[in-house]
């Protein structure tokens, strides 16, 4: 059979994407780790979105769901490496997808991840903005609106996203050493005070799953890895990407797996595991930092409340950069204007495409002030779920776009990569789609609001299908390019 991938078959799109351009060609495993570890916000999502789980879900098991989750990530990972090394593209998903189910499914799984990653920046950005109004207020005792150091927040992102990547690679990394090391001596306080009744497995226990909601604690977990998959993305940026990718990729699964499992066991038994749904209920957004009051003193907390605005922001650069990357390659595909898919010729990025993202976001975030949404409630719990919705689908085509694949490409690789593993994948993927849509109300609070969230959702994945039957009817040569 032939190898579609080195042929420049159309359903390979664009080949290795940019290696007659000048971007930037330095990333390392380590830099690529940081970006999409800092893309997690260990801190941002520890002390924000696990409380916002335990209070939504009803349950205690969180750390049982991240556990989980690792092991189908590291299950779809087997098929999603294996297509890094044959489709060099650097849209990630919405190439793999292309690749192995053709052109009109795979701009569906395009406009799907824009949406679902523009829904991050703006959801999360809004946290920065709470958190640094929460910080001014406690400290300077001065009210500010929280949109106000949102879009303050946007300001400093365009200019990092509008440089060198490795600029955003070192603000990266230096934030998530500061945040990872400040959890690590709240874990260590918490186990070594023995918690609030005793050292327990009870949290990682399976019949901590008949507690609360299972679909809605899977979904915030899950919502924890998003962003891994830019490794990928930042295939055409990176050393030796056929290496580097797949390395990035495992290593990055297995470092936010373990960390969160651990960080968020010790968070439940630190609170108790029949007192802390109802503690995150009472106060979301001071649970994680009143036990490290407790456990570790006054002054970790305060340090903890500041970098809780660095996390967060962190988080939104990256996915700032995974958005510019998206559209980057889709101009490239022809899909969108061409103009995205310039280089910057100091910078060696795609800054035109980084200028379009932070309009788009700070658009978004001054239409969603105006309506008067609350910042946490709506902006952050809707938009993330909605994306993490959106993550998960995509995630679950890509696998079934491996086995498509290759079936079509040469017969060398074993089943297990190519079938075996990808099928459990997809299995395990339908089977969390189903449990966080019927649990969707839940997370909104009104059916009616689900429906909306929902399709919105499904509404982006119908709008690049119908691009896609657009272009093949009008312009066949451009749709033959994508």
Same mark, same amino acid.
């Given at each position: ?50 409380? =916002? ?14 556990? =989980? ?12 490496? =294996? ?44 946290? $920065? ?61 918490? $186990? ?17 799953? *008949? ?43 297995? $470092? ?15 609170? *108790? ?18 036990? /490290? ?36 390659? =889709? ?32 658009? /978004? ?62 299995? *395990? ?16 609070? /009104?059916? /009616? ?34």
């Amino acid at each position: 059979m032939t190898d579609l991938s080195k042929t420049g078959h159309p359903e390979a799109p664009g080949g290795e994407t940019g290696l007659d351009d000048p971007l930037h060609r330095g990333l390392g495993v380590s830099q690529i780790v940081f970006m999409v570890v800092a893309a997690a916000a260990p801190l941002g999502l520890v002390a924000g979105g696990v409380p =916002l789980a335990f209070a939504v879900s009803g349950s205690p098991g969180m750390p049982l769901y991240f556990a =989980l989750s690792t092991v189908l990530l590291l299950i779809f990972a087997v098929g999603f490496t =294996l297509m890094a090394g044959r489709v060099r593209n650097a849209g990630a998903f919405y190439a793999y997808v292309q690749a192995g189910l053709g052109r009109i499914p795979g701009l569906s799984a395009a406009t799907l991840a824009l949406f679902s990653y523009t829904l991050l920046l703006v959801g999360v950005n809004a946290y $920065v903005g709470v958190a640094t109004s929460n910080v001014v207020q406690r400290y300077a005792d001065v009210g500010s609106p929280w949109w106000a150091w949102a879009l303050v927040s946007l300001g400093v992102i365009a200019f990092l996203g509008y440089r060198d990547i490795e600029l955003s690679a070192k603000v990266l990394g230096a934030v998530l050493v500061l945040e990872s090391l400040l959890l690590l001596v709240l874990d260590l306080g918490i $186990v070594g005070h023995g918690g609030a009744h005793g050292l327990t497995a009870e949290p990682v226990s399976p019949p901590i799953t *008949g507690t609360g909601s299972l679909g809605l604690g899977v979904m915030f977990a899950l919502f924890g890895f998003i962003g891994f998959e830019a490794t990928a993305v930042f295939r055409n940026e990176a050393k030796d990407p056929d290496t580097t990718v797949p390395r990035a990729t495992y290593v990055a699964i297995l $470092v936010i797996g373990a960390f969160y499992a651990f960080t968020v066991w010790a968070i439940v038994v630190g609170a *108790g595991v029949d007192a802390v749904v109802g503690a995150a209920q009472a106060d979301p957004e001071g649970l994680v930092l009143t036990l /490290t009051r407790s456990y570790v003193g006054s002054v970790w907390a305060d340090t903890m409340q500041v970098l809780l605005i660095t996390s967060q922001f962190a988080c939104v650069l990256a996915f700032h950069n995974v958005v510019t990357r998206y559209q980057f390659a =889709l101009s490239r595909a022809g899909a969108l204007p061409g103009a995205l898919g310039v280089v910057h010729p100091l910078h060696r990025a795609p800054s035109a495409s980084s200028a379009v993202a932070s309009a788009v976001a700070f658009v /978004t975030t001054l239409v969603v002030a105006g309506l008067g949404l609350d910042p946490i409630g709506d902006l952050y719990a809707w938009f993330s779920g909605a994306a993490t919705l959106g993550v998960v689908l995509l995630m679950a085509a890509t696998s079934l776009a491996v086995i498509g694949f290759f079936r079509r490409a040469d017969g060398r690789q074993p089943v297990w990569r190519t079938v075996v593993a990808p099928g459990v994948a997809f299995l *395990g993927l339908a089977c969390v789609v189903c449990m966080m849509v019927a649990n969707f109300p839940l997370l909104v609070g /009104t059916v /009616t609001g689900a429906w909306v969230i929902g399709g919105l959702v499904a509404l982006s994945a119908v709008a690049g299908a119908v691009q896609a039957l657009v272009l093949r009817a009008r312009r066949p040569a451009a749709y033959e390019r994508l």
